[in-house]
Nanobody, 112 residues
Framework: QVQVAESGGGLVQAGGSLRLSCAVS????????MGWFRQTPGNEREFVAT????????YYGDFVKGRFTISRDNAKNMAYLQMNNLKPEDTAVYYC?????WGQGTQVTVSS
């Protein structure tokens, strides 16, 4: 059974960086479309980034504007979301998805 677990969230000042990690177990990360989403209280989950199975194509939400990078390490069976130039409006719970398998989320808080 495929399981996904996020880590790496925390508190950071505006303009700072964080790297979120996504550990995939029970399956091979290279066989999944990997995605990152985020959610704030009272709002729907929002698309952040996705990476194709072959790792060649990535897509981002409009708000990213070149600040985030999705990647994966096949040897470690991990996916990542590098977030730079963070803004207070990036504060949310961030979720990793291996296609239809979701983690529990990791909180990212950006202070102004």
């Amino acid at each position: 059974q495929v399981q996904v677990a996020e880590s790496g969230g925390g508190l950071v000042q505006a303009g700072g960086s964080l790297r979120l990690s996504c550990a995939v177990s029970g399956g091979t990360v290279s066989r999944f479309v990997m995605g990152w989403f985020r959610q704030t209280p009272g709002n729907e989950r929002e698309f952040v980034a996705t990476l194709s199975r072959d790792g060649e194509n990535s897509y981002y939400g409009d708000f990213v504007k070149g600040r985030f990078t999705i990647s994966r390490d096949n040897a470690k069976n991990m996916a990542y979301l590098q977030m730079n130039n963070l803004k207070p409006e990036d504060t949310a719970v961030y979720y990793c998805a291996a296609e239809d398998k979701w983690g529990q989320g990791t909180q990212v808080t950006v202070s102004s």
